[in-house]
């Protein structure tokens, strides 16, 4: 099992670009998630998926898109890429609800847009 | 709002020394609490969960406690070693996951 994987490691963005964050995971996991990172803050949850085809906010939407049109991939885009939205993208997944079950995370995409 | 503080912050001890980290929150009711360990440019990884019904849970030299009552959590680390350095994040859930900011511990030869 590779687990959760995601790409590109590292992206520099000038603004106004737009972007596909990739996650894929192979343990056939229901749910997975976005968060951000921020130095001096907790992850923040920026969309989820309980499911394909099914997508839902989290705490900090605004700028994001998502779709999951199958189990194993959970793309995240930003639209127009701001200052404001640099910093370490995490993927996650768990089996059914991430409240109740081990979450597993991607190595994290470092963003920096100029 | 819901709020989960760790401290200390950061921490510096020596290797083969003990600690205990500490995690003081505000989320009630909760179905449970975690601990995850970070290293530097890794995504966290889960540690220990514990639902509010468990005193203590160990993995390893890691052991966690949880006192529902003061509504706090402390993780326990024994005989520390080098790769311990780490960031170590407590986690409570409710309807969805409330991050604390991390202690950011280092142990030194």
Known sequence: ?114 | KNQVEQSPQSLIILEGKNCTLQCNYTVSPFSNLRWYKQDTGRGPVSLTIMTFSENTKSNGRYTATLDADTKQSSLHITASQLSDSASYICVVSEDQLTFGKGTKLSVIP
């Not at chain 1, 056939?28 to 990172?37: A, D, G, L, T």
């Not at chain 1, 930003?78 to 979450?103: H, I, K, M, R």
């Open chain 1, 1 to 114: 099992n590779a687990g959760v994987t995601q790409t590109p490691k590292f992206q520099v963005l000038k603004t106004g670009q737009s972007m596909t964050l990739q996650c894929a995971q192979d343990m056939n996991h229901e749910y997975m998630s976005w968060y951000r990172q921020d130095p001096g803050m907790g992850l923040r949850l920026i969309h989820y998926s309980v499911g394909a085809g099914i997508t839902d906010q989290g705490e900090v939407p605004n700028g994001y898109n998502v779709s999951r049109s199958t189990t194993e991939d959970f793309p995240l885009r930003l639209l127009s890429a701001a200052p404001s939205q640099t910093s370490v993208y995490f993927c996650a997944s768990s089996y059914n609800s991430e409240a109740t079950d081990t979450q597993y995370f991607g190595p994290g995409t470092r963003l920096t847009v100029l």
